[in-house]
């Protein structure tokens, strides 16, 4: 078992920068050997889809990399300044005559939490699954500036 994500992940490093990407391969093999070792007794196998996230002056910018997720597999949910976006990436079955002769592609069940701050506005938010890619948009709670208070005499 441990073989097989050990030869996954080392055959998959760009061989013109050796030590490029050791350091993720590294934390990729590991991450890949215990997130089995928790998810073995639940008899479910996990996944943890990359993503990024930008902030500017109005919104928060997710997005996830799902390449092969169907948007009906996909849950999203913004809680206490908690999103989470959870759901499955689904393996191809294969008849008894079929198998694979090579397989590196990450399947089943995922789920992604990011704390925001207090700013994050649960009302405003956009989902857009597009190529692969998830792109989730919250708006900020924009907060006016400072207002000076006129002290009247009495």
């Known amino acids: 078992m441990y073989r097989?994500?050990?030869?996954?992940?080392?055959?998959?490093?760009?061989?013109?920068l050796p030590f490029f990407g050791f350091h993720s391969e590294?934390?990729?093999?590991?991450?890949?050997?215990?997130?089995?070792?928790?998810?073995?007794?639940?008899?479910?196998?996990?996944?943890?889809?990359s993503l990024d996230i930008i902030e500017t002056k109005e919104?928060?910018?997710?997005?996830?990399?799902?390449?092969?997720?169907?948007?009906k597999d996909v849950e999203i949910s913004l809680e206490k300044n908690i999103l989470t976006i959870s759901?499955?990436?689904?393996?191809?079955?294969?008849?008894?005559?079929?198998?694979?002769?090579?397989?590196?592609?990450?399947y089943g069940k995922f789920k992604r939490s990011i704390e925001f701050p207090e700013k994050a506005n649960s009302e405003a938010i956009e989902a857009e699954l597009k190529d692969g890619i998830l792109?989730?948009?919250?708006?900020?709670?924009?907060?006016s500036e400072a207002k000076k208070i006129e002290i009247k005499l009495a």
Request: hydrophobic share 30%; aromatic share 8%; proline share 1%.
């Open 4 to 16: 097989n994500h050990f030869r996954k992940h080392l055959t998959s490093q760009n061989s013109s």
């Open 26 to 49: 590294v934390g990729n093999l590991l991450n890949s050997i215990f997130s089995e070792q928790i998810n073995e007794n639940n008899s479910e196998i996990w996944f943890r889809p």
């Open 87 to 106: 759901g499955e990436k689904k393996k191809k079955e294969l008849d008894k005559e079929t198998s694979f002769y090579r397989s590196e592609i990450s």
């Open 135 to 143: 792109a989730i948009k919250i708006g900020k709670i924009l907060h």
């Open 59 to 71: 919104h928060f910018l997710v997005t996830l990399e799902l390449s092969g997720v169907s948007q």
